[in-house]
């Protein structure tokens, strides 16, 4: 393997990793607003670390750029749209969980 | 190194199946638009894993173009949820 390999290789499987563990977090935590949390910031991270990673195999520097291209595009859209949810969601009046509505000491 | 292509954007259709249990079962709206946002993020890289799978590095082209629908999208919805009309 050449460097280039290994360097996406490692990239790849970075954002593998966190690309699920957000999904892993949106069906395990309790609340909206937690779950907003997990899958918010891990979309920005992985989307960015796969594309890094893609950059490194790619010999034609103006798909280079068209990679990195969505990836900025996805830098910026993303936490708009997170921040547009949860604007909504407050808006809306939803509540964030407390531990000591279920039962929990508070 | 097509292994290692493939092997992520199998992790990212898992990933995406359990956001698409969150679609499914959430209890606000809210969590559904977010589930569904997430995966549109999943699918936007699971394209050009697939375009890089199979030597046509053109379908990042697509994915420029599906990372605009689906901003579009959250936004159109969510102005509609929070407003009750979309002018």
Not at chain 2, 10 to 26: C, D, E
Not at chain 2, 74 to 84: D, H, P, Q, R
Request: proline share 3%.
């Amino acid at each position: 393997m050449h460097w280039n390999e290994i360097v996406t290789t490692v990239l790849l499987s970075l954002g593998c990793v966190i690309s699920f563990s957000g999904s892993y977090g949106v069906i395990k935590l309790p609340d909206f607003y937690a779950r907003l949390h997990a899958a918010g910031k891990t979309d920005s991270l992985a989307q960015l670390l796969i594309f890094l990673g893609l950059v490194f195999v790619t010999p034609d520097l103006l798909t280079q750029i068209k990679l990195l291209l969505v990836a900025m595009v996805l830098l910026i859209t993303a936490p708009t749209a997170t921040h547009a949810i949860t604007k909504a969601a407050h808006l809306d009046g939803l509540r964030p969980w407390t531990k000591s509505e279920r039962g929990g000491r508070p | 190194m097509s292994h290692v292509y493939l092997a992520t954007a199998v992790v990212l259709l898992v990933g995406a199946f359990m956001l698409l249990y969150r679609a499914i079962a959430g209890p606000t709206v809210y969590d559904r638009i977010l589930a569904t946002n997430a995966i549109g993020t999943k699918t936007i890289i699971f394209v050009t894993l697939l375009g890089y799978i199979s030597g046509r590095t053109e379908f990042i082209d697509m994915a420029i173009v599906y990372a605009l629908i689906a901003f579009i999208t959250t936004i159109a919805v969510l102005k509609y949820i929070e407003k009750g009309r979309l002018d």
